[in-house]
């Protein structure tokens, strides 16, 4: 299947609903099916499957310019944005077809979030105003006082309420890099997804707030499925329960050459390519 850009406008509201009447999060397994991906007549990834359970990490890693980035946004249909970009094989979001005709663009967004290198609020607008951005976005109408709650809830969750908690009215470019990068996974949180993208979401940060970064992303686990790009051995056997490495052999399309739970991945992998990028000795 060749995809072209579609600019769907509305978006469903999911019908999972929890103990107070509100919509409660529920992470999706994720599935791709050998997925292969061009930009013109550049092809980046070949045959690419892959499953990605519900409620667990997901870690990506390999060498740069193996496919990691443009793989993390098929998964939730941004690459279509890239004029040049196609792809064929399929996505399944709880076993539907994320690229299926009739299935809204805004939905597949929406329900598989992504959170980005480089932290990107909206560096004038409040903090408040950041975490609610992605309603106003999608068309999800919310009265005033359940916004104040989903506005602590997301950002308790992305471990930022403390710091924030008394200066919600102040705008989110005056926070440092790790606390915008906590409040894009607030923002990515407030419309509920399943699914949450990371792309190396701590390479522009200090040690400290990667940690912060690391704690949460543990925590979020439990009620959305998490896929992490990472260059960070280290991270990737502290954050996630299943690896999968890529790799693009000189003027080959990007593959996977071994996945698995992150614990074998590292201590007894089945591939010698395996072994030696995670121990460091190449890429
Ligand atoms: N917008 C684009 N237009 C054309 N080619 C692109 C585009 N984006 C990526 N590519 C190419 O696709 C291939 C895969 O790139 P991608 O960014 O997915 O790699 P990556 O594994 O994420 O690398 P890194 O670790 O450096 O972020 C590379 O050959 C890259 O040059
Ligand atoms: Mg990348």
Not at 197 to 212: I, V
Request: proline residues 6%.
């Amino acid at each position: 299947m060749s995809v072209t850009p579609s600019s769907a406008e509305t978006v469903e509201i999911p019908a999972v609903v929890d103990g107070q009447g509100r919509e409660a999060a529920r992470p999706g397994g994720l599935e791709a099916l050998a997925v292969s991906a061009w930009f013109g007549d550049h092809k980046v990834l070949q045959q690419v499957s892959l499953r990605m359970p519900a409620g667990e990490v997901t870690a990506l890693i390999g060498p740069s310019g193996c496919g990691k980035s443009t793989f993390l946004r098929i998964l939730n249909r941004m690459h279509e944005l890239v004029p040049s970009a196609t792809l064929s094989g399929e996505v399944l979001l709880d076993g539907e077809d994320v690229y299926a005709p009739g299935r809204r663009l805004t939905d597949a967004r929406r329900r598989i979030g992504m959170v980005f290198q480089k932290p990107n609020p909206f560096p004038a607008m409040s903090i408040y105003d950041n975490v609610t951005a992605g309603l106003k976005l999608t068309g999800v109408r919310t009265g005033r006082g359940e916004r104040d709650l989903l506005v602590e809830e997301c950002l308790t969750k992305a471990g930022l309420w403390k710091e924030v908690r008394d200066r919600l009215r102040q705008p989110g470019g005056a926070l440092s890099g790790g606390q915008q990068q906590r409040l894009c996974i607030a923002r990515s949180l407030a419309v509920r997804p399943q699914v949450l993208l990371m792309d190396e979401p701590c390479s522009a940060l200090d040690p400290t707030s990667t940690r912060r970064i690391e704690e949460t992303i543990r925590e979020l686990a439990d009620e959305v499925t998490i896929v992490i790009v990472t260059h960070n051995m280290q991270q990737a056997q502290r954050v996630s329960d299943r690896c999968a490495f890529f790799l693009a052999a000189q003027g080959t399309p990007g593959g996977i050459v071994e996945h698995g739970p992150t614990g074998a991945m590292f201590d007894a992998p089945q591939d010698q390519r395996t072994a030696d990028y995670v121990n460091g000795r190449f890429g």
